[in-house]
């Protein structure tokens, strides 16, 4: 069965940081790209980052400008997003998605989502 | 403002075809192919179409997809209550650094 299970979420005060990981199992990690789309209360989804299988690629929404960072380990099937300079419209559910390999925004596997608030 | 616009909500009552549209441009969707989710409430989104008109397995046939040009459609036959749900379509965009882009979403209602 596959499963992507989502942690690190939780509240930060803007400005701060927090990292965002996803363990993966059920299929082959390493063979599928991997993705972030955050969707925030009562809105809509937005996608976030995608890197390619062997991190051959990392894309990312403009509106992030340099903020976050995807990255993944395939040795332990994990996907991560470091966040920084969070601001009070970051708050949202993240979910980790994984895909096929260049053909983005093909999501086959979707986490349950991390929630993230960003909050004095 | 998403680059793909769809209408915010749809309706229908059971047994009904309803369609929902997902409009862009020759950057995204007249070159590239379009994706559609299912996002069940207080669920996680779930690939309903992929490449315009493909349904991976599981998928019942009375959901389809098609695309012309810069619009892309997904129909909903035979509509069941549990159909109920947000929709949205996504794609790539040529023009975009950021390339990766959702529609903003359509609500359906099964009346």
Redesign the interface.
């Known amino acids: 069965e596959v499963q992507l299970v989502e942690s690190g979420g939780g509240l930060v005060k803007p400005g701060g940081s927090l990292r965002l990981s996803c363990a993966a199992s059920g299929f082959t990690f390493s063979n599928y790209s991997m993705n972030w789309v955050r969707q925030a209360p009562g809105k809509g989804l937005e996608w976030v980052a995608s890197i390619g299988s062997r991190s051959s690629y990392m894309y990312y929404a403009d509106s992030l400008k340099g903020r976050f960072t995807i990255s993944r380990d395939n040795a332990k099937n994990s996907l991560y997003l470091q966040m920084n300079s969070l601001r009070a419209e970051d708050a949202a559910v993240y979910y980790c998605a994984g895909g096929r390999e260049w053909e983005l925004p093909h999501f086959d596997y979707w986490g349950q989502g991390t929630l993230v608030t960003v909050s004095s | 403002q998403?680059v793909l616009t769809q209408p915010p909500s749809a309706s229908g009552t059971p047994g009904q075809r309803v369609t929902i549209s997902c409009s862009g441009s020759n950057s995204n969707i007249r070159r590239n192919?379009v994706?559609w989710?299912q996002?069940l409430p207080g669920m996680?989104?779930?690939?309903l179409i992929?490449?315009n008109n493909q349904r991976?397995s599981g998928v019942p046939d009375r959901f389809s997809g098609s695309k012309s040009g810069t619009s892309a459609s997904l129909a909903i036959s035979g509509l069941r209550s549990q159909d109920e749900a947000?929709y949205?379509c996504?794609?790539?965009d040529d023009n975009?650094?950021?390339?990766?882009?959702?529609?903003?979403?359509t609500k359906l209602t099964v009346l």
């Open positions: 998403s192919y994706y989710y996002q996680a989104p779930k690939l992929y490449k991976p947000d949205y996504a794609t790539w975009l650094s950021g390339p990766v882009v959702f529609g903003g979403g």
